[in-house]
């Protein structure tokens, strides 16, 4: 199953979304996102933890 997120899902005002096979290749995408457009939000085990909350099965 593939897994998919977008920023929308949490309440951003960004039109960005991303699928892959695996949660792991998943979050390499968020956090590459996160750190290029979204300076403002720290990655850290308690926001990384609720953006892993955020991750669909499609």
Known sequence: ???NISC???GKDC???ASAPTEE???E???QH?????????LNSESIS???SLIKDI
């Open 25 to 27: 290749e998943l979050m």
């Open 34 to 42: 996160v750190i290029e457009e979204h300076k403002e939000i720290e």
């Open 50 to 52: 609720s953006i892993k």
């Open 8 to 10: 929308s899902d949490a």
């Open 29 to 31: 995408k968020v956090t």
């Open 15 to 17: 039109k960005w979304s």
């Open 1 to 3: 199953m593939t897994k």
